[in-house]
């Protein structure tokens, strides 16, 4: 008899629930928008430009210490951060100021160590103009709006195998962001314009489980953001990349749940569909909760012993795969069943 | 029987393959000799972006031609013609009389062909006329500008010795510099982006400095600095010398530059020899001002002022000014480099301590052993022997990564660490819907063969469409990515690859010969 997490009778009524759940999402979502919209993102070095500069002292410092030796170098208006163990005595200053000019390492290490009264090695040090700052940002928009224009299109055609529609869709949609774009539309308003065309589009053809889809990837990356956002971490261009990698691997689970739901409809013609959705989110049960808690060991992991530099990264991944793995029980299949109602009721 | 045969030739060349690849990572003299490169974040060093001021290339050349106008006006002896330069861009002469409107006219006919006339009056008794560059010309100029640069500081990081420096043009005037492994980058940094441009002018001895500053500089002469740094106590002083603005000679007529030391006081200076160009100009200009003093000017600071004894003739100086043996070296370079034909600003540095590099390197590894040890203890505590073939699988993922990440050429960066910890987390995924797949359809009764066939046949199409938007998401990144991200988007794209490889094929192989061959009644799973 082999070792099973989840009985394989298990019959839990995720459908039912699902009222609780929207009003779940819909709280999570509205605090995230809040926090992005209202307060705004907490762009890091990358994206608004300044320095980082990491330093690991041999002895214990005080941070105002620090202070004194960065003001010495005419480094004003800083963040001082101690990281990791203290016994590492280790600090991470973040600061506007740009400077760049011949013989700056040497003056800091020598202010630094003189105020601070031990020896100092500066381990890291990031200038970014604002220059190269807005042309990252760009790079980074950019880089979420077509990672979601082409799954937007993959989805179209993948769940529903109609593929002349998701041809006319992609159609449609690229239309639509050129035309945005030509009008010098900015892209971030040209990211949420491009998901309204998408989910219009797929409500008006019907494509169910594309929907579904497409909603749980939003609610997913949006919530993501948002938890980051709440926790006030820094945007930087790792955690973009995870924020990119979650809406690959958020759709990973939805797939498999509507593959099953696909084939149980197929098998079952007669039963209700409310029904046949709680049953293959039951039967898949075992297999999402191993995917992703195997998934969850390693970002864990990550998160915990990767280190400074690569921590937010993991922060992202690890909330963003809870999100998913909630929202492709939670949220994408029950969606197909409201869309499904809504559809019988007009 | 022939199809396995197939697929099993095929599943042990690759592997060979990938363990062929990773070998030489270890023991880089066994062939392919193709080892991972780590990342600037992995193995410290600088990574540099470097805008080239065009605009100032432009404006010196316009200057250039500024000079040679004034000086072909006298040479040809023009009276009533007054230069002037209103902005950078642009030079406006304004000539007086009739006779020479008609002379400058005739001068500008044969010389200085590379200036456009964008405005000029008619001809009345006052002739203005306003000289640019064509458009053409200066885009001609912003681009040589940035390919000399680039030639200039690639010599400059060769002479200063970096293995396996990255020096690449991005974009129109933004030069990409990456300096692996690399200790001394204030050093380096300075090396790269000093404009090295050195100048012989006279000192303008017709005026006090002192008066200078406090009033007007005379018309052609400017106020240039010499800074001392007191080796004891760090502190600078400044001292202002009048000097000519005219450049009599530059340092692009050097051959050689290197560092001497001085035997009377053990000083290191650099001594600097000229081409016969600049030998003979060197000697007419010694001999046509000796008393007077000549100044050594480098990137607008002077370094020594000495008085001309006599003539010199051999074309050979030397630039003297308290150097430590490193500065010495580095000017020694820098010269013999050759000057940035227009200064430089750094736009974005990223600078990461060998120490640090180490230091992420381990704990990546840590965090990929402890939790690679989990997944590997739950897949075998979960599903047993077919657990066991699956931490294989996952080794072989790994091995897969190395391989793949060796053969292309691709870098390793932390990011890139965490993209393969991350596919270690996703690639026992897809045997999980394999295994799954197959504990059910044995739960509804099929046959040892039918569950396998039906487990696997079933669960590869849902693993490939749930890799595919994986995959989508990394191919976006390697392309909107910088160099870490790009790692990251690298390993996670093989990692993904590697397992589907894996769980589909290699899985199969091994059911499938173990199913065929011995005879099995119920299998671990």
Known sequence: MSIEIIKSNINLDFVGKRKWAYTVSGILLLLSLLSLFVRGPKYGVDFAGGSIIQVKFAGDVAIDKIRNGLQATNIESVSVQSIGDARDHEFLIRTDTMETSQGFSSKLSQNLAAAAGTAVEIRRLEVVGPQVGMDLREKALLAILFSLLLTAIYISGRFEFKWYQSTLIAAILGGAVYALYTFNVPIPYIIPLALVVTIVLFW?????????????????????????????????????????????????????????????????????????????????????????????????????????????????????????????????????????ERAKKR | MKRFSVRLVIVLAVIAAAILYCIPTFRPEIWPHQK?????????????????????????????????????????????????????????????????????????????????????????????????????????????????????????????????????????????????????????????????????????????????????????????????????????????????????????????ARVQIDSQYGEPYVSIEFDRKGARAFERITGENVGKRLAIVLDNKVYSAPTIQEKIAGGKARITGRFTMEEARDLAIALRAGALPAPVTVLEERTVGPSLGSDSIRQGLIAMMVGGGLVMFFMIVYYKLSGILAVFELILDLVIIGAGLAAFGATLTLPGMAGTILSIGMAVDNNILIYERIREELRLGKTLRGAVDAGFDRATLTILDANVTTLIAAAVLYQFGTGPVRGFAVTLSLGVVASIFTAVVVSRLVFDYILNTQKVKTISI
């Not at chain 1, 809870?322 to 969606?335: E, F, K, L, M, R």
């Open chain 1, 204 to 340: 008006v053809f019907g494509l169910k489980y594309a929907l579904g889809a497409i909603v749980a990837l939003i609610h997913d990356v949006t919530i993501s953001a948002g938890v980051l956002s709440i926790l006030d971490k820094e945007f930087t261009i790792t955690v973009i990349a995870a924020l990119l990698t979650i809406i690959g691997y958020s759709l990973n689970d939805t797939i498999i749940v509507y593959d099953r739901i696909r084939e149980n409809v197929r098998k079952l013609s007669k039963t209700p569909l409310g029904v046949i959705i709680n049953r293959s989110v039951n039967e898949t049960l075992s297999r999402t909760i191993m995917t992703q808690g195997l998934t969850l060991v390693m970002v864990i992991s990550l998160f915990l012993l990767g280190g400074e530099i690569i921590h937010d990264f993991a922060l992202a991944l690890l909330v963003g795969f809870v999100v998913g793995t909630y929202s492709s029980i939670y949220v994408a299949s029950p969606i197909v069943l409201t869309w499904e």
């Open chain 2, 36 to 256: 991972i490169n780590l990342g600037l974040d992995l193995q410290g060093g600088m990574h540099l972006v470097l805008a080239v001021d065009t605009a100032k290339a432009v404006e010196s050349a316009i200057e250039r031609s500024y000079q040679d106008l004034r000086e072909l006006v006298r040479k040809n002896q023009i009276q009533g013609v007054s230069p002037e330069r209103p902005s950078p861009a642009r030079i406006l002469v304004r000539v007086q009389g009739r006779e020479n409107i008609e002379k400058f006219k005739g001068m500008l006919e044969k010389e200085l062909r590379e200036l456009k006339i964008s405005a000029q009056t008619p001809d009345l008794d006052t002739y203005v006329a306003t000289m640019e560059l064509p458009g053409g010309e200066a885009d001609q100029i912003k681009k040589l500008a940035v390919d000399q640069a680039l030639e200039t500081i690639r010599n400059r990081v060769d002479q200063f010795g970096v293995s396996e420096p990255d020096i690449r043009r991005q974009g129109d005037d933004r030069i990409l510099i990456q300096l692996p492994g690399i200790q001394d980058t204030q050093r380096a940094k300075d090396l790269i982006g000093r404009t090295a441009l050195l100048e012989f002018k006279l000192v303008d001895e017709s005026r006090d400095v002192n008066a200078a500053l406090q009033g007007s500089v005379p018309p052609g002469s400017e106020v240039l600095y010499k800074v001392d740094e007191d080796p004891a106590t760090k502190r600078t002083s400044r001292t202002p010398f009048l000097l000519k603005k005219t450049t009599l000679l530059t340092g692009a007529s050097l051959t050689d």
